[in-house]
T-cell receptor
């Protein structure tokens, strides 16, 4: 099956610093990737759609200057949390849909971000 | 706007009992509905999608457009079915862009 990998799996950073999370599709190309945020014991909230070669599309209420998304290649999207604060601590999950077709999106294992 | 509602946060049944996880949605267009499952310490994975009308691991789900529901059912629950189940909606405008319900934690007791 299609594999999506996130790196790192967990990260701790100091308040005010920026942290980058990578999402890679290992065995397929993905024109479109998606970023979600999951609070403890809550559902996944769609943050943004990452489009290869163009700007990301953010969901209403998501700060684009806070959560920078770059999709530089067909297998890599990055999410950078800028000037992180403790309230940004969360579980961030990405998914990718193969460019070859189909409606199924494959999920990464998630990244646990803790801002101290 | 779209909304996916899973009324039960927790659901417990005994092994061999039938189980139904409820999902209701609201969206003015023609969405595609999915059930995703997350086993303990594993990533989210697709269980069912309404367009395929298939049965996976004994689970089925029928899309009822009149009631805007997509309930997940299994006639005889197994202990290995214990997991978090998420109902998700794709509006169809950007395939793979999913809106999730809050999830139902299913526990199957021996």
């Amino acid at each position: 099956g299609a594999v999506v990998s996130q790196h790192p799996s967990w990260v701790i950073c100091k308040s005010g610093t920026s942290v980058k999370i990578e999402c890679r599709s290992l065995d397929f190309q993905a024109t479109t990737m998606f970023w979600y945020r999951q609070f403890p014991k809550q559902s996944l909230m769609l943050m943004a759609t990452s489009n290869e070669g163009s700007k990301a599309t953010y969901e209403q209420g998501v700060e684009k200057d806070k959560f920078l998304i770059n999709h530089a290649s067909l297998t890599l999207s990055t999410l950078t949390v800028t000037s992180a604060h403790p309230e940004d601590s969360s579980f961030y999950i990405c998914s990718a849909r193969p460019s070859s077709g189909g409606t199924e999106a494959f999920f990464g294992q998630g990244t646990r971000l803790t801002v101290v | 706007a779209q909304r996916v509602t899973q009324p039960e946060k927790l659901l417990s049944v005994f092994k061999g009992a039938p189980v139904e996880l409820k999902c209701n949605y609201s969206y003015s267009g023609s969405p595609e509905l999915f059930w995703y499952v997350q086993y303990s310490r594993q990533r989210l994975q697709l269980l069912l999608r309404h367009i395929s009308r298939e049965s996976i691991k004994g689970f089925t789900a029928d899309l009822n457009k009149g009631e805007t529901s997509f309930h997940l059912k299994k006639p005889f629950a197994q202990e290995e079915d214990s997991a978090m189940y998420y109902c998700a909606l794709d509006r169809g405008s950007t395939l793979g862009r999913l809106y999730f319900g809050r999830g139902t934690q299913l526990t199957v007791w021996p």
